[in-house]
């Protein structure tokens, strides 16, 4: 609906459905992004969000995606690294709480976007060129999902590795609780503010 389809011309679809088209828009999950689907999409939903996509309001918001309340990836220092993160004047977001067209107004608006990845960094694709973007994760993962959409978006994007917590081996690696070294995030979520010292 926020792309300009209303119920009428909407059909849901499984996997094992055979469809014959003559003429289609397909909403679907994509595995990497691509130039021409991230900027049409990201041309649509910023003027369903009451924006200019040729002439966006100043980017000015330093975003920290937390995940209180996170089981599934947990880091360790999550609360010290929040508390670091308003002390440099970000605005703590869980995006998951807010409908998608504030989703696209928040990130449109963004200078700075900072967190442990998960689905909420796809709201790269609002972001403008030049955001600076750090993402705190494990060094035993490192993938591309997001780094594409940088790429594509022209953002500058760092990847702060944090440690395995030994004794989780037969935990899955996506899933097993991590360690920061908040010395490391203190000087990371600083350039995410200020950028490369001069």
């Known amino acids: 609906r926020d792309i300009g389809l209303d119920d009428a011309r909407i059909r849901w679809y499984g996997a094992h459905d055979d469809l014959r088209l003559t003429d289609a828009l397909v909403a ?6 691509s130039p021409t689907l991230v900027e049409n999409l990201r041309r649509c939903l910023t003027q369903a969000a009451g924006l200019d996509p040729d002439h966006l309001p100043p980017p000015t918001r330093l975003v920290y995606l937390a995940r209180r309340g996170e089981t599934r990836r947990p880091m360790v220092e999550a609360e010290q690294v929040i508390t670091i993160a308003e002390e440099l004047g970000f605005e703590i977001v869980a995006a998951e709480t807010l ?23 796809t709201n790269l694709m609002w972001a403008p060129a030049g955001t600076r973007v750090l993402t705190i ?8 999902t997001f780094l594409d ?6 953002q500058r994007h760092r990847w702060l590795q944090a440690r395995s917590i030994a ?3 037969g935990v899955s690696v996506v899933t097993s609780p991590f360690s920061v070294d908040l010395h490391l995030a203190r000087r990371e979520l600083q ?3 200020d950028g490369d010292p001069a």
Do not use: H, M, Y
């Open 137 to 144: 994760f494990k060094q035993d993962i490192n993938g591309p």
């Open 191 to 193: 350039w995410v503010r």
């Open 99 to 121: 409908s998608l067209l504030d989703q696209v107004r928040l990130f449109a608006t963004a200078r700075g976007i900072a967190g442990p990845p998960g689905a909420a960094f």
């Open 167 to 169: 004794g989780f081996e």
């Open 149 to 154: 959409l940088s790429f594509l978006r022209q």
């Open 28 to 33: 679907s999950p994509a595995e990497f992004a």
